[in-house]
C-alpha cells in the first residue's frame, strides 16, 4: 500500500494564491480521511512556510504539515493550472505542489524520509516532465509510489 492512490492527485486545479493552494491540500486530507482539522493541518503548513522556502526548481514546490490532527503519513499532488508566486529556490514561480502530511509523532522518521526521497524524485528530470505532462493520476500516484517504497 502507497503512500498515495489516485484521489491524492489534485489535477487542473484553478487557485490564485499558495495560501489557496495550501488550504485546497489541507481540505483534500479531510476528505481523504487522514484528519478531521482541516483548519489545523493548514496551519501546520503555514507554520512551515513561514520557517523558509518550500519552493525547490522548475515550478515544483514541497510544501509540508507536521500535526498532531494528521492520523496518517499521507502524500498530495497539487497541479495548478497556472503558477503562482512561491518562494522557492530558484526564484520561479510553482504550479505542482507535492504536499507531505505527518502525523506529530512520526516528525522525525517518516517526515525526514518521504522529504529526502520527495527531494530526490524532483532531481530527477524524467520524473519531473512526466508529472509536469500527464493528466493520468494513477500514472502520477504509481509513479511516485514506485519511489517512496524503494529502500
Same mark, same amino acid.
Given at each position: 500500500?502507497?503512500?498515495?492512490?489516485?484521489?491524492?492527485?489534485?489535477?487542473e486545479q484553478?487557485?490564485?494564491s499558495?495560501?489557496?493552494?495550501?488550504? $485546497? +491540500? *489541507?481540505?483534500?486530507?479531510a476528505?481523504?480521511?487522514v484528519?478531521?482539522?482541516?483548519?489545523? +493541518?493548514?496551519?501546520?503548513?503555514?507554520?512551515?512556510?513561514?520557517?523558509?522556502a518550500?519552493?525547490?526548481?522548475e515550478? @515544483? *514546490?514541497?510544501?509540508?504539515?507536521?500535526?498532531?490532527?494528521?492520523? *496518517?503519513?499521507? +502524500?498530495? +499532488?497539487?497541479?495548478?493550472?497556472?503558477?503562482?508566486?512561491?518562494?522557492? @529556490?530558484?526564484?520561479?514561480?510553482?504550479?505542482i505542489?507535492?504536499?507531505?502530511?505527518?502525523p506529530?509523532?512520526?516528525?522525525?522518521t517518516?517526515?525526514?524520509?518521504?522529504?529526502?526521497?520527495?527531494?530526490?524524485?524532483l532531481m530527477?528530470?524524467a520524473?519531473?516532465?512526466?508529472?509536469?505532462?500527464?493528466?493520468?493520476?494513477?500514472?502520477? $500516484? *504509481?509513479a511516485?509510489n514506485?519511489?517512496?517504497?524503494?529502500e
Amino acid at each position: 500500500m502507497g503512500f498515495l492512490s489516485n484521489k491524492n492527485v489534485m489535477l487542473e486545479q484553478h487557485e490564485e494564491s499558495r495560501l489557496d493552494v495550501l488550504r $485546497a +491540500v *489541507a481540505n483534500k486530507a479531510a476528505e481523504l480521511g487522514v484528519t478531521e482539522d482541516p483548519d489545523a +493541518v493548514y496551519q501546520a503548513f503555514l507554520d512551515r512556510e513561514d520557517m523558509g522556502a518550500t519552493g525547490m526548481t522548475e515550478g @515544483f *514546490a514541497i510544501p509540508h504539515a507536521k500535526s498532531p490532527a494528521i492520523t *496518517a503519513a499521507t +502524500v498530495v +499532488v497539487f497541479k495548478n493550472d497556472k503558477a503562482l508566486e512561491w518562494p522557492s @529556490f530558484d526564484e520561479q514561480p510553482i504550479d505542482i505542489a507535492i504536499a507531505l502530511l505527518v502525523p506529530d509523532g512520526e516528525a522525525g522518521t517518516t517526515h525526514i524520509k518521504l522529504l529526502s526521497k520527495t527531494a530526490v524524485l524532483l532531481m530527477d528530470d524524467a520524473f519531473k516532465e512526466m508529472v509536469r505532462s500527464s493528466n493520468d493520476a494513477d500514472q502520477i $500516484a *504509481a509513479a511516485i509510489n514506485e519511489k517512496l517504497e524503494e529502500e
